[in-house]
């Protein structure tokens, strides 16, 4: 069944995949017998490192074994996984939620109400605009989620994406602009006298263009609506969405808008 990646994180000793089913539109996450679930580094289905971010993948679930309080959870045949694609950037945002799961609760959930509630959903797509990463006094790479609707901005959220802890470690920068694939972590106790929680992660990160966002703030400028912009995509460039454009596309809408004085649209 074929699987847009929307995560290949650290987990325990090998990897968590996750990402939605483009057949029933749903989050799924392929389970193994070890500790938690995770993927074995040396799985003798694919070599999990070749999986990307975006990259569809045909895995032969076995829909009878499902583990845990997450209702993603599913267990797997033993048959090859195939990468078969690449999923098409625009066509994700449909999957983008403009509010947290369980947004009662702030940095991490209660064990104790998800498994009161079980199953449940533990992995969500956001798309934020103004993420930030920094190392902790642990020496930890953490993300700092400010979009006022998600209401995250006081909490540090650990990142268990490979690709991008490696960037953020050679010192390259990370776009604040960009959809972040959420999960829950397993339950997890301070100590014996704390509470089990299963905290908020930053598992995958797929940077959108800066000048994106830039050309959204400029169309607002000169009262350009959807519509409008949409018209000079397909015009322009022969898309339907800014998502679809190439850097050098991008800059080149974004500096026709930047060009355009409110008379040029309201003379």
Same mark, same amino acid.
């Given at each position: 069944?074929?699987?847009?990646?929307?995560?290949?994180?650290?987990?325990h /000793?090998?990897?968590?995949?996750?990402?939605i089913?483009?057949e029933?539109?749903?989050?799924?996450?392929p389970i193994?017998?070890? @500790?938690?679930?995770s993927?074995?580094l040396?799985f003798? &289905? $694919?070599?999990?490192?070749?999986i990307s971010?975006l990259d569809i993948?045909?895995?032969?679930f @076995?829909?009878?074994?499902k583990?845990?309080? !997450?209702v993603?959870n599913?267990? &797997?045949?033993?048959?090859?996984?195939? #990468?078969?694609g690449?999923? @098409?950037?625009a066509?994700?945002l449909?999957?983008? !939620?403009?509010?947290?799961l369980y947004?009662?609760y702030?940095k991490? #959930?209660?064990y104790?109400?998800l498994?009161w509630r079980?199953?449940?959903? *533990? =992995? /969500?797509? #956001?798309?934020?605009t103004?993420?930030s990463?920094?190392?902790?006094?642990?020496?930890k790479?953490?993300g700092i989620i400010a %979009?006022?609707?998600?209401?995250?901005?006081?909490?540090?959220?650990?990142?268990? %994406?490979? $690709?991008?802890?490696?960037r =953020? !470690?050679?010192g390259?920068? $990370?776009?604040?602009h960009c959809?972040?694939?959420l999960s +829950?972590?397993?339950?997890?106790?301070?100590d014996?006298?704390?509470?089990?929680?299963c905290?908020r992660?930053?598992?995958?990160?797929?940077?959108l +263009?800066?000048?994106?966002?830039?050309i959204l703030? !400029?169309m *607002?400028r000169?009262?350009?609506?959807?519509?409008r912009?949409? /018209?000079?995509?397909q015009?322009?460039?022969?898309?339907q969405?800014r998502?679809?454009?190439?850097?050098?596309?991008?800059? /080149?809408?974004l500096?026709y808008?930047?060009?355009?004085? $409110? *008379? %040029?649209?309201?003379p």
């Amino acid at each position: 069944m074929g699987v847009i990646c929307l995560a290949n994180s650290y987990k325990h /000793q090998g990897r968590c995949i996750a990402g939605i089913e483009e057949e029933s539109k749903q989050w799924v996450r392929p389970i193994s017998n070890l @500790d938690g679930g995770s993927i074995p580094l040396d799985f003798q &289905y $694919i070599r999990t490192e070749y999986i990307s971010l975006l990259d569809i993948v045909n895995i032969p679930f @076995d829909y009878d074994r499902k583990s845990g309080h !997450e209702v993603e959870n599913i267990g &797997y045949k033993s048959l090859p996984w195939v #990468i078969t694609g690449k999923a @098409d950037l625009a066509h994700l945002l449909c999957y983008c !939620e403009h509010s947290l799961l369980y947004p009662q609760y702030g940095k991490a #959930i209660p064990y104790h109400y998800l498994e009161w509630r079980s199953p449940v959903r *533990t =992995l /969500q797509l #956001i798309e934020v605009t103004s993420l930030s990463c920094y190392k902790d006094d642990r020496n930890k790479w953490k993300g700092i989620i400010a %979009d006022k609707k998600y209401n995250l901005a006081h909490f540090q959220l650990s990142i268990t %994406d490979p $690709i991008i802890l490696d960037r =953020l !470690e050679r010192g390259i920068c $990370i776009s604040s602009h960009c959809l972040i694939c959420l999960s +829950l972590s397993q339950p997890w106790q301070q100590d014996s006298a704390s509470e089990w929680l299963c905290y908020r992660l930053i598992a995958g990160v797929i940077e959108l +263009l800066p000048e994106l966002q830039m050309i959204l703030a !400029e169309m *607002t400028r000169v009262s350009w609506n959807m519509t409008r912009g949409k /018209q000079y995509l397909q015009d322009n460039f022969g898309k339907q969405s800014r998502y679809q454009l190439t850097a050098s596309e991008a800059q /080149q809408f974004l500096n026709y808008l930047q060009q355009l004085n $409110i *008379t %040029d649209v309201y003379p």
